[in-house]
Structures are given as structure tokens and as C-alpha cells.
């Protein structure tokens, strides 16, 4: 009698899984997370996606027909009651007017220039922005409620002349450098000179350094004059912003005081008295990390140590019990926006005049030194480029990180740059018009000259940033208050 033969139990099994596989395929395995590298940078996750459009630049939408859109151009003969014919490249022209024509030019040839439509969906905009804008040429011609979108990097300027940096170390300034030194004068009168400074130039020359602020000064402005104008405050040598000389003795000493000691400057008229009163400079610093409080008053005495045998000296915070020296300094601070890339705009009012007192009462009373504040904030400024900086959107919450626009670098000492140059500016300056206290001889009057009566008691300047600071600026303004 033939027996069954029974097939071993583990075949059994598998022959089993094999049919059940038939049927029902099993699930797919999910994949883990891929880690890409790129910049010598691992990543876990997805491809990042394409620049946030928080990084372009709007300009604001085209008038509508029935309007100018480009005033002050001249009008054709043949155009009257017509609307003029306008060419993208003309209108971003007409409203960065400050900018060079060649740099706008080649944003338009590398395909950088996007153009979005004011009659699309706003919900369509708000899910979906880099797709609703499109690549446009710069002959392309505009038509009413349309928008242009340009990357941060139109506001760099390009740098065409040598002496458009920093002067040369010769003994005597050339004619380039005197005509460069005529063209940083923003106001004169007969009594001042006031100068947008930039940066890396010294403002005072000695042995060591030729070709400062000062001594171009006395080779461009003294008109003839044996004596030149003199610095009536100073700036350090990687700041910039408005520089203010005086051209006679008597107004140079008047301001001389007026900054030292607001009360050696003051007088028998009631006009002036009030006009000191209200002097005030402003400055704008990016810091790293933000100040606990948004704004308050810094009252934190200086003193100087002296470094390397008498070669160098260091500006830091006095000891509370004032023997070692110290001299009062009061700095008013405001916080102009968010923190992004871990930085911070603040706005700086320094009451007293010290030596690098906005660059100690940062770094060492606020704890957030300046941008390329190697002196003051050299540690920090070491771990601030090692660590992460990841930030958040303050509208939708999620996490972004500032990059540079597609095409071009934002370099140039910016935020972005691997040695970024010192962020700190004079921005706006309000003195008293001292022309107005000045007689035709140059003797001082307690009232002002009947001639003057009609010009104001106080002058206020403003001065643009310097192109690293544009750059800066630009890149994190989306969500300054």
C-alpha cells in the first residue's frame, strides 16, 4: 500500500505566502529620507525649493490711463492727448533712477525681470506667488495695474572709477580724488560743508596715512582759502554717513561745542539756545541677535586700556566706582523690526560724543555687537557664521532661510558675504543753521541777520547707506515696522 508523502512543514508555508503574494501584493515600502549634499552642506529631506519671492523687489503698479506715468520726461511732438508708449526697461529706469543704467540692463539680459498681472486671482497669488510671475524683455510694454518684481541685487551699484572705493596712499590727492571728494558734499553754505562719508576711508591723516577725509577736503573745498575746512566730530574709519566740517573759525568752534557740550555752545538769543536744544543724530546699525527691550537709553560710562606696550588701545566699560578714568556716555536705542538671519535693524541717538561709544554700548551693554565688528564682536561674529540660522515667516510660520537671488551674488561686505564690512551709518543728522548767526565778516550775533530772517533756525540732512548696506537692507526689509 503506497502512503501520502507529506511535504515538510517550512514549504508548506512558503508555498502558501507565494499564492497569498498573488493576490494580494504586499504594501510598498516606504523610503527614508534621502541626505543630499550641495555647498559642502548635507541636508535631510527634500530638494529646497526655488528663492522666496520675499526676496524680489516690487515696484508699484503702472498708472492707470489718464495719467503721467513718467513725469518730468519730454513729450513728442506728435503725442499731444495721446497716453505715452512706456517699455518696462524705461519704467524701472524712471524709478531707480539713482541706479545705473548698464547694471538694470543686464538684469533684463540675464532673465531676472518678472512681471505679475493686477487682475489675477488674490487666493491664486497667495498659494502659488513664484508661479503667477513671468520672465519679461525689456521691450515689452506696459500696460495699467501691472506690477514688475526685480531681484534685491539692482540696488548694488556698479564701482566703474578706482577712487570710488578708497583713496590711494600717495602723498597728494590727484585730480580724480579731489573731483570724487567734490561729489560726497551734499550741503554747503557759508558757515559748513556737510559730506555722506564712505566707507573704509580714515577721517583724520597722520604720518602713516595719506589721502583722509581732512586732507581731501583741504585739497577740494578751500576754495582758494589757505586754510581748509575742519572736522567739526568724527567717524570711525569702516563707518559712514554724514560727516560735518566747518568753514570758518567760528563756526567750526561753535559746533565744536555744540558736540562736545551742548551747554558751552549756548548764547544770549533765545533762537539759537532752542535751536541747539534740538541737535540730534541718528544712526543705523544691523546687530546680531535683538535687544531684550525694543528701545530704552544706554548709560554706561567709557574708559580706555592701553594694548600692546602703547601700540593700541581698547574702548570698554568703566568699573561702577569711576577710578579708572571714565568718562559719561548715553546712547538712546530703538529696535526698527523682527530678527531675521539672526540679525536686527536698531536705530542709535548718541547723546554724548565718545570714542567707538555706539560700537561698545552695542557689543557690551546690549549684547549684540554691529555687523562686521571685528574689534568689538569678534566672537560672536565667529560663532554667528558657524551656527544655523534658521528663521520663521511671521505670517504663515514657516521656517525660511535668507539666500541669495537667482543670477547674481549679493556680496560686497552684505550680510550675506563671508567677511561682511561694518553696518553702522549716520543716517540723519539736525543741527542749527548757524549760517543764520554769522555776520558778512564772520563776527557772532546774538540775533540773527535781518537778511536771514527767513530762512529756518534748523537744517536736517539725511544721507543714503553705502552699497553693502543697501544690499542688507534690502534683503531683510520685507518685515521692517
Given at each position: 500500500?503506497?502512503?501520502?508523502?507529506?511535504?515538510?512543514?517550512?514549504?508548506?508555508?512558503?508555498?502558501?505566502?507565494?499564492?497569498?503574494?498573488?493576490?494580494?501584493?504586499?504594501?510598498?515600502?516606504?523610503?527614508?529620507?534621502?541626505?543630499?549634499?550641495?555647498?559642502?552642506?548635507?541636508?535631510?529631506?527634500?530638494?529646497?525649493?526655488?528663492?522666496?519671492?520675499?526676496?524680489?523687489?516690487?515696484?508699484?503698479?503702472?498708472?492707470?490711463?489718464?495719467?503721467?506715468?513718467?513725469?518730468?520726461?519730454?513729450?513728442?511732438?506728435?503725442?499731444?492727448?495721446?497716453?505715452?508708449?512706456?517699455?518696462?526697461?524705461?519704467?524701472?529706469?524712471?524709478?531707480?533712477?539713482?541706479?545705473?543704467?548698464?547694471?538694470?540692463?543686464?538684469?533684463?539680459?540675464?532673465?531676472?525681470?518678472?512681471?505679475?498681472?493686477?487682475?489675477?486671482?488674490?487666493?491664486?497669488?497667495?498659494?502659488?506667488?513664484?508661479?503667477?510671475?513671468?520672465?519679461?524683455?525689456?521691450?515689452?510694454?506696459?500696460?495699467?495695474?501691472?506690477r514688475i518684481h526685480l531681484p534685491v541685487s539692482v540696488g548694488e551699484t556698479k564701482i566703474t572709477k578706482r577712487y570710488s572705493t578708497i583713496p590711494t596712499a600717495t602723498l597728494n590727492p590727484n585730480a580724480d580724488?579731489?573731483?570724487?571728494?567734490?561729489?560726497?558734499?551734499?550741503?554747503?553754505?557759508?558757515?559748513?560743508?556737510?559730506?555722506?562719508?564712505?566707507?573704509?576711508?580714515?577721517?583724520?591723516?597722520?604720518?602713516?596715512?595719506?589721502?583722509?577725509?581732512?586732507?581731501?577736503?583741504?585739497?577740494?573745498?578751500?576754495?582758494?582759502?589757505?586754510?581748509?575746512?575742519?572736522?567739526?566730530?568724527?567717524?570711525?574709519?569702516?563707518?559712514?554717513?554724514?560727516?560735518?566740517?566747518?568753514?570758518?573759525?567760528?563756526?567750526?568752534?561753535?559746533?565744536?561745542?555744540?558736540?562736545?557740550?551742548?551747554?558751552?555752545?549756548?548764547?544770549?538769543?533765545?533762537?539759537?539756545?532752542?535751536?541747539?536744544?534740538?541737535?540730534?543724530?541718528?544712526?543705523?546699525?544691523?546687530?546680531?541677535?535683538?535687544?531684550?527691550?525694543?528701545?530704552?537709553?544706554?548709560?554706561?560710562?567709557?574708559?580706555?586700556?592701553?594694548?600692546?606696550?602703547?601700540?593700541?588701545?581698547?574702548?570698554?566699560?568703566?568699573?561702577?566706582?569711576?577710578?579708572?578714568?571714565?568718562?559719561?556716555?548715553?546712547?538712546?536705542?530703538?529696535?526698527?523690526?523682527?530678527?531675521?538671519?539672526?540679525?536686527?535693524?536698531?536705530?542709535?541717538c548718541p547723546l554724548t560724543s565718545r570714542k567707538h561709544q555706539l560700537r561698545v554700548h552695542c557689543a557690551e551693554a546690549l549684547g549684540t555687537p554691529i555687523v562686521g565688528d571685528y574689534k568689538y564682536g569678534w566672537?560672536?561674529?565667529?560663532?554667528?557664521?558657524?551656527?544655523?540660522?534658521?528663521?520663521?515667516?511671521?505670517?504663515?510660520?514657516?521656517?525660511?532661510?535668507?539666500?541669495?537671488?537667482?543670477?547674481?551674488?549679493?556680496?560686497?561686505?552684505?550680510?550675506?558675504?563671508?567677511?561682511?564690512?561694518?553696518?553702522?551709518?549716520?543716517?540723519?543728522?539736525?543741527?542749527?543753521?548757524?549760517?543764520?548767526?554769522?555776520?558778512?565778516?564772520?563776527?557772532?550775533?546774538?540775533?540773527?541777520?535781518?537778511?536771514?530772517?527767513?530762512?529756518?533756525?534748523?537744517?536736517?540732512?539725511?544721507?543714503?547707506?553705502?552699497?553693502?548696506?543697501?544690499?542688507?537692507?534690502?534683503?531683510?526689509?520685507?518685515?521692517?515696522?
Amino acid at each position: 500500500m503506497l502512503r501520502r508523502r507529506r511535504l515538510p512543514l517550512r514549504r508548506v508555508i512558503f508555498e502558501s505566502v507565494r499564492w497569498l503574494s498573488r493576490v494580494a501584493p504586499p504594501a510598498p515600502v516606504k523610503a527614508e529620507p534621502i541626505i543630499r549634499v550641495s555647498n559642502n552642506i548635507a541636508r535631510l529631506g527634500e530638494p529646497k525649493r526655488a528663492p522666496k519671492p520675499r526676496q524680489l523687489l516690487s515696484l508699484p503698479p503702472f498708472p492707470y490711463s489718464g495719467t503721467e506715468p513718467l513725469p518730468g520726461r519730454k513729450k513728442s511732438a506728435g503725442s499731444c492727448g495721446k497716453q505715452r508708449r512706456v517699455t518696462a526697461i524705461s519704467w524701472v529706469k524712471h524709478y531707480f533712477a539713482d541706479i545705473e543704467q548698464e547694471a538694470i540692463q543686464m538684469h533684463f539680459n540675464k532673465g531676472l525681470v518678472y512681471i505679475e498681472s493686477s487682475n489675477q486671482d488674490n487666493q491664486a497669488k497667495e498659494n502659488n506667488f513664484t508661479c503667477s510671475l513671468e520672465k519679461i524683455k525689456h521691450d515689452h510694454v506696459m500696460e495699467s495695474g501691472v506690477r514688475i518684481h526685480l531681484p534685491v541685487s539692482v540696488g548694488e551699484t556698479k564701482i566703474t572709477k578706482r577712487y570710488s572705493t578708497i583713496p590711494t596712499a600717495t602723498l597728494n590727492p590727484n585730480a580724480d580724488e579731489i573731483e570724487y571728494m567734490k561729489r560726497l558734499v551734499i550741503h554747503k553754505d557759508s558757515a559748513i560743508f556737510v559730506l555722506n562719508k564712505p566707507p573704509k576711508v580714515p577721517v583724520n591723516g597722520n604720518l602713516p596715512v595719506h589721502n583722509s577725509m581732512d586732507i581731501l577736503a583741504a585739497a577740494a573745498l578751500s576754495n582758494g582759502s589757505d586754510q581748509g575746512p575742519k572736522l567739526v566730530h568724527r567717524l570711525d574709519r569702516e563707518s559712514s554717513g554724514l560727516l560735518l566740517m566747518g568753514r570758518t573759525k567760528e563756526s567750526f568752534t561753535r559746533l565744536h561745542w555744540l558736540f562736545t557740550n551742548v551747554n558751552l555752545a549756548k548764547s544770549s538769543s533765545e533762537i539759537w539756545n532752542n535751536a541747539c536744544e534740538a541737535t540730534t543724530q541718528r544712526y543705523w546699525a544691523l546687530v546680531i541677535g535683538t535687544p531684550k527691550e525694543k528701545e530704552g537709553v544706554i548709560s554706561a560710562p567709557l574708559t580706555k586700556v592701553v594694548l600692546n606696550d602703547g601700540k593700541g588701545e581698547r574702548v570698554i566699560l568703566a568699573h561702577p566706582s569711576g577710578i579708572d578714568g571714565s568718562q559719561e556716555a548715553t546712547t538712546e536705542y530703538r529696535v526698527m523690526g523682527p530678527t531675521i538671519n539672526g540679525c536686527s535693524w536698531i536705530e542709535l541717538c548718541p547723546l554724548t560724543s565718545r570714542k567707538h561709544q555706539l560700537r561698545v554700548h552695542c557689543a557690551e551693554a546690549l549684547g549684540t555687537p554691529i555687523v562686521g565688528d571685528y574689534k568689538y564682536g569678534w566672537f560672536v561674529q565667529q560663532r554667528w557664521k558657524q551656527m544655523p540660522r534658521q528663521d520663521f515667516e511671521p505670517c504663515s510660520g514657516e521656517p525660511y532661510k535668507l539666500r541669495r537671488p537667482e543670477g547674481l551674488a549679493v556680496q560686497k561686505g552684505s550680510v550675506l558675504s563671508k567677511v561682511p564690512l561694518l553696518h553702522l551709518h549716520c543716517r540723519e543728522m539736525v543741527i542749527p543753521n548757524i549760517s543764520k548767526f554769522l555776520g558778512s565778516s564772520g563776527e557772532w550775533l546774538d540775533e540773527s541777520n535781518e537778511w536771514a530772517a527767513s530762512q529756518p533756525d534748523l537744517l536736517r540732512f539725511v544721507a543714503s547707506m553705502p552699497s553693502h548696506m543697501k544690499i542688507s537692507w534690502n534683503l531683510m526689509s520685507s518685515y521692517l515696522v
